[in-house]
């Protein structure tokens, strides 16, 4: 089977997962999704994906099986409890591309290396939110088999404008959560910035005309300007998933290692907890504000 038409399950058609099953079906890519809601599917069904009952069903069709859900427990039980490890063929790919840390990455790499040593695993996180997903604009830091890499480019091109191939399993991972890092300070510089000058009586659009066009700010951070002087907080990236990602940071650098970064993640908290969680990370100016 020509690499081009093999058959891709996206396994978590949240925000991200649904973004990418609809890229890799725009790039002629026949996809089998699944999720635990089935109606979460139903657009993506209207487009010409096939959908699947189970993630066993869904990795028994396909020959390139991406995971793309919450964290590290749920690969697992996809994986391992639900069947879909057990029903890939030999020399399948299982690409795990969602965010789950070094320790998780270390948990599906064992798991796969046990049940499974005839299935490649990929590592390949990918940074990005909800509207670079539906575009396939990502950016895929992928790690794994040199063997596998000709037969996920098609997918990975679909999905993402780069991909960073770093060596072994692993890696991707640990880039990620470097990722991760630079942009939780992104949006921290952001954030208390905005959250001075409101406090210094200035508003934010004085904000976003002087430094809109200054070398030090990236067009990201003048794009999440421009959507705080709106007071538009909807998620593109859901302040409870970066602290997640942030938390995933903290573990893998060991504790004490990254102080500023603690503080950090004790801001994001308090925005949790007021139940802010599930708007933008730039509604942490709000947390800030408020103190």
Do not use: Y
Not at 126 to 141: H, K, N
Not at 202 to 214: E, F, I, K, Q
Not at 242 to 254: M, T
């Amino acid at each position: 089977m020509a690499a081009a038409n093999e058959p891709v399950a996206v396994l978590g058609i949240g925000a991200m997962g649904r973004g990418m099953a609809a890229s890799a079906l725009r790039a002629g890519i026949p996809v089998i999704v699944w999720d635990r809601t089935a109606r979460a599917t139903s657009d993506l069904a209207e487009r010409g994906a096939q959908v699947a009952a189970t993630p066993a069903d869904a990795a028994h069709r396909a020959s390139i099986v991406v995971t793309m859900v919450t964290d590290a427990d749920a690969v697992i039980s996809i994986a391992g409890d639900q069947g879909m490890l057990a029903a890939l063929a030999p020399d399948a790919i299982w690409a795990q591309m969602s965010t789950i840390g070094v320790a998780g990455i270390d948990r599906v790499a064992a798991l796969a290396s046990a049940q499974r040593p005839d299935v490649m695993l990929l590592d390949a996180p990918v940074s990005g939110s909800r509207e670079p997903a539906e575009r396939g604009q990502l950016t895929i830091f992928a790690s794994g088999p040199g063997r596998a890499r000709s037969r996920v480019t098609p997918l990975f091109d679909a999905l993402g404008q780069r991909t960073v191939w770093v060596g072994e399993t692993g890696a991707g991972t640990r880039l990620k959560l470097v990722n991760n890092t630079w942009l939780a300070f992104a949006n921290e510089a952001v954030a208390a910035s905005v959250a001075l000058a409101h406090r210094l009586g200035l508003p934010t659009s004085t904000v976003v005309d002087a430094l809109g066009g200054a070398p030090l700010v990236s067009p990201w951070q003048v794009a999440k300007l421009r959507r705080i002087a709106e007071g538009d907080f909807s998620a593109q990236f859901g302040l409870s998933l970066a602290l997640k990602d942030v938390r995933l940071a903290l573990q893998a650098a060991g504790d004490g290692r990254l102080d500023v970064l603690a503080c950090l993640a004790d801001e994001w908290q308090r925005g949790v907890d007021r139940g802010l969680g599930d708007q933008d990370l730039t509604v942490i100016t709000q947390v800030i504000d408020r103190q």
